[in-house]
C-alpha cells in the first residue's frame, strides 16, 4: 500500500472518530444545556445593560425615590466597604512587596 493511501485511510478514521466523539459530547452536553441557555440569558442581559445604561440609571432613581433611608444607608456601606478595602490592599501591597 502507497504512503498516499495510508495516509488517506489514517485521515478517513480520524474523521469517523471525531464524528463519533462530536455526537458523544452532544449526547453528555444535553444535560447542562439549560445551566448554559441560562448563561446565555445573563449575558444577553449584561451586554443590553451595557447599551442602555439609561436604564440602570432609572433605576436607580427610581429606588432612591422610593426608598431614600434604604439607599442611603447602602451607600454609608458601600463607602465603609470601599475604605476599608483601600486600607487593606494598601497594607497587603505594603506586607507583600518586602
Known sequence: MS?????????QRLQYRSAELRERFA????????V???GDAVV???RWLRNHPEAIAA???AV???RPRGVIRWA??????W?????VRGWLEKHHAS
Open 36 to 38: 448554559l441557555r441560562v
Open 3 to 11: 504512503a498516499a493511501v495510508e495516509f488517506a485511510l489514517k485521515k
Open 59 to 61: 433605576a436607580g432613581i
Open 44 to 46: 444577553d442581559g449584561v
Open 64 to 66: 432612591a425615590v422610593a
Open 27 to 34: 449526547e453528555y452536553a444535553h444535560g447542562v444545556t439549560p
Open 83 to 87: 475604605q476599608a478595602w483601600g486600607r
Open 76 to 81: 454609608r456601606r458601600g463607602i465603609v466597604a
